[in-house]
T-cell receptor, first 113, second 121 residues
């Protein structure tokens, strides 16, 4: 069985400040890890993914995440956020190539001017 | 390339009624998934189709939910009869098949639709 915990339900931050959204997972098998973002009234959009290889993954819109196997974490970071980054962010884990995703509870990032 | 589309975007029904949600995946995508997010909770997997076959339906909550994908194209999710706890946002996602050249570089990415918000009163 797999599970994902997003440690913060809401993260308020000022524009141009750095941000980290935390994600921990548990799994008995090798995993694929994802961060999705949902802007208001839109579907989920993939930000980045870790499948294998380098533990530092770069995604769209300046986001990056680091896979830490020993700490079973996959935290999302951005060095300088914009107002337009205000959205809900989801961490997810997949255990097989085309199988289901298990999601965390979501983190609402609010960027203030 | 058109994305995953879902219809309706919103549905408000009364307890005991029937509702059918529709998902049109990206053209040519063999894998189709249904997920649900109940308010305040995480997004949870419901089931996975490969073409017209149910690959994994371990997340279907009970027999009031019926999913179909006739012909391996669009899918419907019927809730009959609807209960209050069925309220939430229902997401559909799709991915191409293994070996599909269009999946190159987008491996393991599930493409999500905007969701259908279902409210049961």
């Amino acid at each position: 069985a797999q599970s994902v915990t997003q440690l913060d339900s809401q993260v308020p931050v000022f524009e141009e400040a750095p941000v980290e959204l935390r994600c921990n997972y548990s799994s008995s098998v090798s995993v694929y890890l994802f961060w999705y973002v949902q802007y208001p009234n839109q579907g989920l959009q993939l930000l980045l993914k870790y499948l294998s290889g380098s533990t530092l993954v770069k995604g769209i819109n300046g986001f990056e995440a680091e896979f830490n196997k020993s700490q079973t974490s996959f935290h999302l970071r951005k060095p300088s956020v914009h107002i337009s980054d205000t959205a809900e962010y989801f961490c997810a884990v997949g255990g097989t190539s085309y199988g289901k995703l298990t999601f965390g509870q979501g983190t609402i990032l609010t960027v203030h001017p | 390339e058109a994305g995953v589309t879902q219809f309706p975007s919103h549905s408000v029904i009364e307890k005991g009624q029937t509702v059918t949600l529709r998902c049109d995946p990206i053209s040519g995508h063999d894998n189709l998934y249904w997920y649900r997010r109940v308010m305040g909770k995480e997004i949870k997997f419901l089931l996975h189709f490969v073409k017209e076959s149910k690959q994994d339906e371990s997340g279907m909550p009970n027999n009031r939910f019926l999913a179909e994908r006739t012909g391996g194209t669009y899918s419907t999710l019927k809730v009959q009869p609807a209960e209050l706890e069925d309220s939430g946002v229902y997401f559909c996602a799709s991915t191409p098949s293994v070996g599909d050249r269009r999946s190159s570089g987008r491996a393991h990415e599930q493409f999500f639709g905007p969701g259908t918000r279902l409210t049961v009163l």
